[in-house]
């Protein structure tokens, strides 16, 4: 059984992509790659096509995550009926992620990320392209993808 898991940010070009790359190498680490299918969308069209952004391939790098590649998508209601775990990076992801699945028959899991990371007090990633604050969007997406993945392997005993 594939275990399938989406992050979603606005324009899928900073905050879910690190969260794919990211939870990408933990699953690795971890030795499941093989169960697992991992993507990232974005929740708006103004990046479709483009690559991420450099500082967020520059975080990644220098956190050892050097052979990452992305395309930058728009999410789609096939989507919620395809992954397991859809993960917002924010409110406003999750609510415009609830409202894509209306009227869906789904099995998705939609919630924010820090959902799995109480111990960080903060429920949303910002938004990092305009602030800078790329290190600490890294700090805050890592403990997320920890908490998930232990959530995870401890729901279908892994």
Known sequence: ???????????NICRSPMAEAV??????????????????AGTDSYHVGDAPDSRTMRILRENGIGNYRHTSRRVTRADLQQFDYV???D???????????HNLTITAKIRRLLDYAPHMGE??????YYSGAFGKVHELVLAGCRGLL?????????
């Open 1 to 11: 059984m594939t275990i399938r898991v989406l992050f979603v940010c606005t324009g």
């Open 23 to 40: 939870f990408d190498a933990l699953v690795a680490e971890a030795g499941l790659s093989a169960q697992f299918a991992i993507d990232s």
């Open 150 to 158: 232990a959530e995870i392997r401890r729901e279908h005993g892994l």
């Open 91 to 101: 409110e406003d992801h999750e609510y415009a992620l609830n409202s894509m699945a």
């Open 87 to 89: 993960l917002a990076m």
């Open 123 to 128: 429920r949303d990633v910002p938004d990092p």
